[in-house]
């Protein structure tokens, strides 16, 4: 009998042990193994006239993780004063986990200045703003869609070359760019062909997200090549998340053949969780507005 329970509480303390391990390997990652990281943010942002920036910035509040914005971060023309009381007292609460792009309203005032000051070193160099860095198993390439700033968006201007090196001293599984101008857009006057080389090399290095701004509402396309063709095993899925807070604009034209889903006038921020080889996204609206958007891919 003796005998039999000392099996007993060892075979109970091996079961226990066992149990352990595997939840020390599920809570948190181990060798081989890449925890999942969250994006969040949108474009056209902070105006003073407007109380929308701010219900999106309580979005950002609920929501962990790195901040982006895709540009156009303050209204109407980018000044020390529209960034210090349009966009500080919303977005600005975040400013330490945010990492910006400008757009095209950034610029109104001249290089963009009051925009670098106050983002610092996190814009990248003011003669640039294009930069990357890591989250969890992604490469993240912020790029400067303002070409005539900047020398270019050509292969062979200087942001061009600096992202070709860039992707190719940083291989990795799953690569997301952002930059304020969409390469397609639905109606007449979003889509921005400049940013076509870009895309280019992005697609050359096998890039999976790419998110832009500028249209004020809220797209998400089929995967695509550079020319819009529709390319399930290696094309770019391209969303236009220009719902930062600014209002929305009359569309003319048609809806780009590849877009998937398009909703205006509903202010809002796009969630990305970014796991190992995959990602998910959610369109998260503001209080008091109901669409929203989600959906998971692979990497290629």
Known sequence: MVRKTILLSASMALALALACVAAALTAAPGVGQTATVTLVGAGDIADCSVAADSATAKLLGRIPGTVFT????????????????????????????????????????????????????????????????????????????????????????????????????????????????????????????????????????????????????????????????????????????GTGGEPGEKMYGSTDPNMQVMKRNTPGVLKLDLSAGSYHWKFVPIAGKIFTDSGTDGCH
């Open 70 to 241: 895709l540009g156009d971060n303050a209204y109407p023309d980018g000044t020390a004063k529209q960034f210090r009381k349009c966009y500080d007292p919303t977005w600005g609460k975040y400013r330490k986990r945010t990492k910006p792009t400008a757009g095209n309203h950034d610029y109104h005032t001249r290089g963009a200045k009051p925009y670098f000051e106050y983002f610092g070193r996190r814009a990248g160099r003011p003669s640039r703003g294009y930069y990357s860095y890591r989250r969890g198993s992604w490469h993240i390439v912020a790029l400067n869609s303002n070409c005539k700033e900047v020398g270019g968006c050509g292969r062979h201007s200087e942001q061009g070359r600096w992202l070709r090196r860039d992707l190719a001293n940083h291989p990795s599984l799953c690569t997301l760019a952002y930059f304020h101008h969409p390469l397609y857009a639905s109606g007449t006057g979003s889509d921005t062909p400049e940013v076509k080389p870009l895309w280019r090399i992005l697609y050359d290095r096998d890039a999976d997200v790419i998110l832009s701004g500028h249209a004020h509402r809220y797209e998400r396309f089929r995967p695509i090549t550079p020319n819009g063709e529709p390319d399930v095993a290696s094309g770019i899925r391209q969303f236009i998340v």
